[in-house]
């Protein structure tokens, strides 16, 4: 699967070269599947983060969303048109949507950003996911995989998904798409958090930043070490159970900061085990689970968050415990199941 977003990644450069629709970087593998912990070892979906920087001609401005903060902060991507007559001063042949004259534009046949996959002023995401569709399966016949593997494109509004097989094997990729803030690892993505989020609605996401926290566990652990393995047990244990994958990733995470990682020998698995458990039952019980990333100050140094996110108040994930008791006391009936 790298190998395959590595090849889209190259076209896509060279289909997109002289366009003005966003320029797209490297994919990146994000979720439980790239990391090798997916509690759905016969069913996995590779989900990947394919950042986008705007085109020539444009800017992305992130202006917060603070009718819908319910879950966590929600951005809206407003695509601004930039001057671009001083690079026709330089000599370099460029269109200048904010000064040349409508009649040149549009005989010119190359619309602005705003004019393909924009509503209003802002960047739509089921738009970009449909360009995103289109996109794969116009360059899908030119990669060197199309000769021995057949592409199946699945419906969704929100990101691309498809489908590889080649008649043994079979591999199911989600391409997410996002824009990043600043220089940080925090982006606002496609992956939504509600069902009815509007369509220039981008969540803020820290799948990124939560990967590089694993990459950097990986670097001090030992090459036996098992604290994948525990998290793949426990995600593994609670499907079709009322915890999320994500919490479960977050308590390790959490234990991961206190526990030294030589102690996730497969001598101590029971008991990192016992500890993820007692954990979750210490952060029912008192309906407090903070969030990893947002508010946390102690986070490797190779992991760079916006002012904004790193001094943020803590986020608590159990907070409709706190709110609903029905709520908080079948969580707890379902604990005691796990």
Request: hydrophobic fraction near 40%; glycine fraction near 4%; charged fraction near 15%.
């Amino acid at each position: 699967t790298t190998d395959l977003m590595d090849n889209f990644t190259i076209y896509f450069g060279h289909v997109l070269s002289n366009s003005f629709y966003p320029v797209l970087q490297q994919a990146i593998g994000v979720g439980s599947a790239s990391k090798g912990w997916s509690p759905r070892e016969q069913d996995v979906v590779y989900h990947v983060l394919v950042p986008m920087n705007p085109p020539r001609g444009h800017s992305f401005h992130l202006e917060l969303d603070t009718a819908r903060q319910r879950h966590g902060r929600n951005f809206h991507v407003r695509v601004q048109l930039e001057c671009t007559c001083r690079s026709e001063q330089q000599g370099e042949s460029m269109l200048c949507f904010l000064h040349q004259p409508e009649e040149e534009l549009r005989s010119n046949r190359h619309p602005s950003l705003l004019h393909t996959l924009c509503t209003g002023s802002y960047l739509d995401m089921q738009k970009t996911a449909c360009w995103f569709y289109q996109l794969v399966r116009a360059i899908w016949p030119a990669l060197p995989q199309s000769h021995n593997w057949h592409l199946v494109l699945l419906p969704s509004r929100r990101s691309c998904q498809f489908q590889v097989t080649n008649g043994a094997e079979s591999f199911r990729i989600e391409m997410l798409f996002g824009v990043r803030q600043g220089n940080s690892d925090i982006f606002v993505s496609s992956q939504p958090r509600e069902a009815c989020t509007p369509s220039t609605t981008w969540p803020e996401s820290y799948a990124v930043a939560e990967m590089k926290f694993f990459k950097s566990i990986a670097r001090q652990a030992p090459p036996n070490s098992l604290h994948l393995k525990c998290l793949q047990f426990f995600t593994h244990l609670q499907l079709g159970l009322g915890f999320s994958t994500y919490t479960m990733k977050t308590v390790v995470m959490h234990l991961l900061t206190v526990i030294p990682v030589s102690r996730w020998l497969r001598r101590d698995f029971v008991r990192r085990l016992v500890d993820i458990s007692e954990s979750l039952h210490f952060c029912m019980q008192m309906r407090c689970l903070n969030h990893f990333i947002v508010g946390n100050r102690r986070l490797p140094g190779e992991i760079s968050l916006p002012p904004e996110v790193q001094m943020a108040e803590t986020c608590n994930l159990f907070h409709h415990l706190v709110m609903d008791p029905v709520a908080h006391s079948q969580a707890m009936s379902e604990y005691v199941d796990l």
